[in-house]
């Protein structure tokens, strides 16, 4: 064993015990070894951490997580390089204070930029909003298309796509948080019976609820409004846990429409104020 460890210690290391150029070779291979392993214990521990807060399919969470993986990996590759270079003997010291100045020139330069990331990693974390929401942020109102770090991309009702840096979000309007109200207005001449209105509501209002998974709830009568002594107008609400609200809302007043036809029910579109001078008219 003396043997072998005199061995070794002539192929690595000089007389004065200092490592020659293999030794340093190895040690260096050592070190970079060392720091793989603990990049791979860091990941694992960030990755897990962070899914156990949010739920394992959620695009936030692989997104925060491999931006702080990407931040750890950098600080030990950041940390191996220094090691490696005082294995071979440079002055790391001089190095560092270098960094240190160019580092502070450089944040003045990248102000924006570091402040766009941060303001994407608290909106991601946050769940301000998602790919796919229906939101206005700082006036400018579309569905968004895409989240990253550094920018937002929306695209609005006629097709413009709109670029905003995260660091400048200063309001976000999220539509798509809570379910969306479909509101449908028809008005009823005076003579028609109440009854043929509930029933015919409440049959279409079945039928849109089984057609769509999304309608939270079954659209039903809100609010009935005297429209002079001609007649009324009637709201109907439902709830849609989707964007498609204006479609529903369009698909419900079509077959409230079409029923009416095929029951013999007066239904038509509810009259506004003013298409019936000297009346009071019932605003709902």
């Known amino acids: ?107 003045f330069g990248a102000q924006s930029i570091v402040k766009d990331f941060i303001s994407g990693l608290a909106l991601l974390l946050e769940n301000q909003y998602q790919v796919g929401d229906y939101v206005v942020i700082n006036g400018h109102e579309g569905c968004v298309s895409e989240v990253g770090l550094r920018l937002t991309t929306i695209i609005d009702y006629d097709g413009t796509t709109h670029f905003i840096s995260n660091g400048e979000i200063n309001q976000v309007s999220n539509l798509s948080k809570n379910p969306h109200r479909i509101d449908v207005k028809l008005y009823a001449p005076v003579d028609t019976d109440l009854k043929d209105i509930e029933e015919l509501v409440d049959q279409v209002g079945s039928q849109m609820k089984a057609d769509h998974e999304d309608i939270a709830d079954k659209p039903y009568i809100a609010a009935m409004a005297p429209v002079g002594s001609y007649g009324m107008n009637i709201r109907i609400f439902a709830h849609s846990s989707t964007d498609n609200y204006f479609s529903y809302e369009k698909e419900l007043y079509r077959r409230l429409i079409e029923g009416a036809k095929e029951k013999q029910i007066a239904l038509t579109p509810n009259y506004k104020l003013g298409e019936r001078e000297g009346e009071d008219h019932g605003q709902i």
């Open 1 to 107: 064993m003396d043997q072998i460890y005199q061995y070794i210690q002539q192929l690595f290391m000089r007389p004065d015990g200092t490592y020659n150029f293999f030794g340093k070779i190895v040690l260096s291979l050592i070190a970079i070894v060392v720091a793989r392993i603990a990049i791979r214990v860091l990941e694992y521990i960030t990755e897990r951490l962070i899914r156990n807060h949010e739920e394992a399919s959620d695009y936030r969470s692989v997104t925060a997580s491999k931006l702080i993986s990407n931040v750890l990996r950098s600080l030990v590759y950041f940390f191996l390089a220094l090691r490696i270079l005082e294995i071979f003997g440079v002055n790391t010291a001089k190095i560092i204070a270098t960094a240190g100045i160019g580092g502070i020139a450089i944040g």
